[in-house]
């Protein structure tokens, strides 16, 4: 199993960034997948998941109404829309695989997901 995540970068506050995870080694369309982040000295925190076959979603308080999470099977692919960027939301993000097959629904537990892609920094200026 591989996720290669991109996309993050140095913005300001109040812009956008997609980040972008591709899987690859399983069967994409049969695993819910989520994004998570940890800034330095904190621990890792749930932002977004979107179950395997993309009808189902959650998001963490932080980001609700500002992100969007889709998944795209056809390319092997998740995304992540962030919008309206704070700074608090500086950290390095990570797209994880769910480790159950076609769960029913959307887990926000770090522990159930049994694959993590490598990060990709995102840096947010007041």
């Known amino acids: 199993v591989q996720l290669q995540a991109s996309g993050g970068g140095l913005v300001q506050a109040g812009d956008f960034l997609r980040l972008s995870c591709v899987g690859s080694?399983?069967?994409?369309?049969?695993?819910?997948m989520g994004w998570f982040r940890q800034a330095p000295g904190k621990e890792r925190e749930f932002v977004a998941a979107i179950s395997w076959g993309g009808s189902r979603t959650a998001y963490g308080d932080s980001v609700k109404g500002r992100f969007t999470i889709y998944k795209a099977n056809s390319n092997n692919a998740v995304y992540l829309h962030m919008n309206n960027l704070k700074p608090e939301d500086t950290a390095l993000y990570y797209c994880a695989r769910d480790q159950v097959t076609r769960r029913l629904g959307v887990s926000d537990r770090v522990s159930e997901y049994g694959d993590w892609g490598q990060g990709t920094q995102v840096t947010v200026s007041s």
């Open positions: 080694g399983f069967t994409f369309s049969s695993h819910a």
